[in-house]
């Protein structure tokens, strides 16, 4: 069917300023048709997926905040639990994805239906407002009147409440500027007004303290309505909703995001590049540039992922990146590919195509079941682990909702163009381009990586004279690519920096064929340890281990079901690379016959896993899997073998005997454990999260089976002169001075619970740390219910 759409597309020209020019311009995702490979199947699953779907179920939040009766009983797991709302945000823009991408008539109805619903919470509301937070109102009355406490994952009591409602911000942005629904731009307008009035009389200091809790992107946002709408005073709005704390250092060059939450920081950097571009300033795109560098370079794995519990791990250490269940998180990187998008068309330099392309293939093609559907939190890192996948109607965590979007935007940055004088082809992709300005259809066919070529067909109304610059990967071997037109070779020129580019008067008819020779590299982590990845040109190798303990595989609705809880197996007893070249990825030998599938025979030190083979980890689904290998020489390979078992033993004997487990000052941890305190801060300390307070904090430890029979708690020897409490569900379970120790290093005490509160454990733990008067509780590292 024909598609109505705005002609959107990014286009970088400053809407409220002179002071930048036009650098590139991406088609809208309406504008690029994919065809058959792993990307349209992908597309094809996530549809079907949020078509299954229940609208009024994700609606029930709002409806019930504005006084309206849901037709529907809301869902659960993060829908219910404080989160209430946000997927309705992330449905709003992966609607709109998915119609321009497929122009399919059913997924348009699903969104106006969507809309309409909203605008009438909109409008019962009366304000503006148009949210699903529980007793979001009166939250929002003590805000606007000054009474703001906010921690890191939370404000006035409620979950992240401006993380939540960003979601609704960007999903009525994108239904009008994506979806073409031009009631959403209304409503974007008018919930924009609200927060305008909400905090009309906060000072910026006020605005700053409120954005230590979680909040998205909502200064893009704001950024966004201001190129909307043409009114500067959304603009004003946007900088005061940046948060300086974590700006004014990526402003002077430093580094300083080692323990951050990682996917509360991107949004915002998003947000100074998005300021940049709409005002005109290119001193906030330095920050951002800063920032995507040190991620980039210094935190992210083979397949474009970053962070370790959700949190950055140090620069100089990955070691808790191969022992985590918890890898990196699907929502950091469709963050980190908004961010990389708005930098290549600022600057049209191709390293950010580079990652953009890594990231995509390996993160986002993998976060998704090609199968059954469902997407993927955590991936771990951890040899021999696996992933879990959502259910439709039981997970309702962040990455359902970024996942929605994610596999209905794959053409976004396929191709772009300057002006109407050069069109770029970024990522070979099956795809039909239709650029009806121009009266051009191009036609992409190929099916890379599984061969090294792509052929472009051209389809133009009248012949007519233009660029056509074809990336040149920064995997591709030097001088290696080679570009035919019509079946003869032509002498490409590098005009465009990272392009092949071939200008001509360009006929209907026209064939370019471009050749695409890979190798086999080896990637060893950003630390420089010895954990190498395979990455044969663009796409990251992976070996399935076995299929054995998937506990947990297809999450259910509990709270932390989208960790995969399964076994850990000993990190010693993993297969071990053993070789004498200084190059590993000789010893990777293609297997005849399986196109992009690999032996590494020659280098397995162990017979079990010597027959194992290389793939696209994409391809890799329901088993547990090696992306990273430990490497040494022969000589090394017994005290490898050693230093490995020592270092894992004890953290799996551990794990074995904990029930539950919270880190202290860690965002997502505490709120899955209910935390509340008075007076009580977070920060870090040797790259390690603490919580201590003046007052008291307190968690809920999960027991089941009451199987419960001792507190593990993890202190610094740095602290000292403390004296506070522990209680129990009410009752005292020990009285604790700490008096430190002159190495400052960490201790744990384990602390028995008493027979009489065992014989009457209930199934929740209520852990409180009340200080002493005039004293400290803690600070707490680790709190741990073992058996």
């Not at 699953?45 to 078509?51: C, E, F, I, Q, V």
């Not at 906010?150 to 006035?156: E, L, Q, R, T, Y």
């Not at 997970?395 to 359902?400: H, M």
């Not at 992409?444 to 660029?467: G, N």
């Amino acid at each position: 069917m024909k598609r109505n759409f705005l002609l959107f597309s990014t286009c970088l020209l400053p809407l409220l300023s002179s002071g930048q020019t036009t650098a590139l311009q991406s088609f809208p995702v309406s504008a690029v048709h994919l065809l058959e490979s792993p990307f349209q199947q992908a597309q094809q699953t996530d549809k079907a997926y949020m078509l299954a779907l229940n609208p009024d179920r994700l609606l029930a939040p709002y409806q019930a905040e504005a006084g309206i009766q849901p037709k529907a009983e809301r869902y659960g797991n993060w829908e219910n639990t404080g989160l209430d709302g946000h997927i309705g945000g992330h449905y709003l823009s992966a609607l709109a994805l998915m119609y321009a991408a497929t122009g399919d008539a059913q997924v348009q109805q699903r969104l106006t239906y969507m809309i309409d619903a909203l605008d009438a919470c909109q409008q019962k509301n009366g304000n503006g407002y148009l949210g699903g937070i529980p007793g979001g109102k009166a939250m929002w009355q003590q805000v606007k009147a000054g009474n703001i406490k906010a921690n890191s994952f939370g404000m006035n009591e409620k979950w992240v409440p401006w993380y939540n409602l960003h979601k609704t911000y960007a999903g009525l942005r994108d239904a009008y500027l994506i979806g073409g629904n031009a009631k959403a731009k209304t409503m974007l307008v008018k919930l924009t007004d609200w927060c305008l009035d909400l905090t009309a009389n906060l000072t910026d200091a006020q605005i700053q303290d409120m954005l230590r809790s979680e909040h998205g992107g909502l200064n893009e946002v704001f950024a966004d309505v201001a190129s909307i709408t043409g009114d500067s005073k959304y603009l004003t709005l946007a900088h005061r909703f940046s948060h300086r704390a974590v700006l004014e250092p990526l402003l002077g060059g430093k580094d300083v995001l080692n323990g951050m939450h990682a996917n509360t920081q991107i949004p915002k950097v998003i947000g100074f590049e998005r300021i940049a571009e709409v005002g005109g300033d290119p001193t906030w795109t330095n920050a951002a540039t800063f920032f995507w560098k040190t991620v980039v370079e210094n935190r992210t794995v083979s397949i474009g992922g970053n962070s370790v519990s959700e949190h950055f791990n140090p620069a100089d250490n990955f070691t808790s990146m191969l022992e985590s269940t918890e890898g990196p998180e699907t929502c950091n990187t469709y963050n980190m590919l908004k961010l990389t998008k708005q930098l290549y068309l600022t600057s049209a330099s191709t390293r950010y195509l580079d990652y953009y392309e890594r990231a995509l293939y390996n993160h986002i093609l993998s976060s998704q079941h090609p199968g059954q559907g469902g997407f993927v939190y955590f991936t771990p890192m951890r040899p021999r682990h696996y992933r879990v996948y959502s259910e439709p109607q039981e997970g309702f965590w962040c990455c359902v909702g970024s996942g929605l979007e994610n596999h209905g935007k794959y053409g976004e940055l396929v191709y772009a163009h300057r002006a109407e004088q050069e069109l770029l082809v970024n990522l070979f992709v099956p795809s039909r381009l239709s650029w009806v300005e121009q009266g051009l259809t191009l036609t992409q066919q190929t099916t890379f990586p599984f061969e090294e070529r792509s052929q472009l067909a051209l389809k133009l109304k009248k012949p007519r004279t233009f660029a056509l610059s074809i990336r040149q990967p920064g995997w591709l071997p030097a001088g290696k690519m080679a570009v035919q037109v019509n079946g003869k070779p032509v002498a490409a020129t590098a005009s465009s920096p990272g392009y092949a580019t071939v200008t001509r008067k360009w006929r209907s008819g026209d064939v370019v064929t471009v050749a695409l020779p890979m190798e086999t590299k080896a990637e060893y982590l950003p630390d420089h340890s010895s954990w190498v990845s395979f990455v044969h040109g663009p796409v990251v190798l992976a070996a399935v281990t076995d299929t054995t303990d998937l506990t947990g595989l297809r999450a259910n609705g509990q709270r932390m079901a989208h960790v995969p809880t399964g076994q850990l197996y000993p990190i010693e007893d993993a297969p071990v690379l053993v070789s004498t070249s200084q190059n590993v990825a000789e010893g990777i030998k293609p297997v005849a016959g399986r196109p992009l599938t690999f032996t590494a025979a020659g280098l397995v030190d162990s017979d079990h896993n010597r027959s194992v083979q290389l793939v696209p980890f994409y391809q890799i689904h329901d088993a547990r899997y090696m992306v990273y290998w430990p490497v040494t020489t022969p000589e090394g390979l017994a005290a490898r073998k050693e230093e490995i078992r020592r270092r894992d033993a004890e953290k799996r004997a551990l794990e074995a005997r904990t029930i539950d487990q919270v880190t202290p000052g860690e965002q997502q941890p505490e709120s899955d454990h209910g935390f509340q305190g008075e007076q009580s801060e977070t920060g870090t300390f040797r790259n390690r999260h603490w919580r201590h307070a003046a007052g008291w904090f307190s968690y809920n430890l999960r027991n089941p089976n009451k199987a419960g029979r001792a507190l593990r708690v993890t202190y610094s020897g740095g602290d000292k002169n403390r004296q506070f409490t522990i209680l129990v569900n009410g009752a005292p379970l020990a009285k604790v001075a700490l008096e430190g120790n002159p190495q400052r290093e960490f201790y744990d005490v384990e602390y028995a619970l008493p027979e009489a509160l065992r014989r009457n454990a209930a199934t929740t733990l209520i852990v409180k740390f009340v200080a002493a008067a005039g004293s400290t509780a803690g600070g707490v590292y680790d709190v741990r219910l073992l058996k």
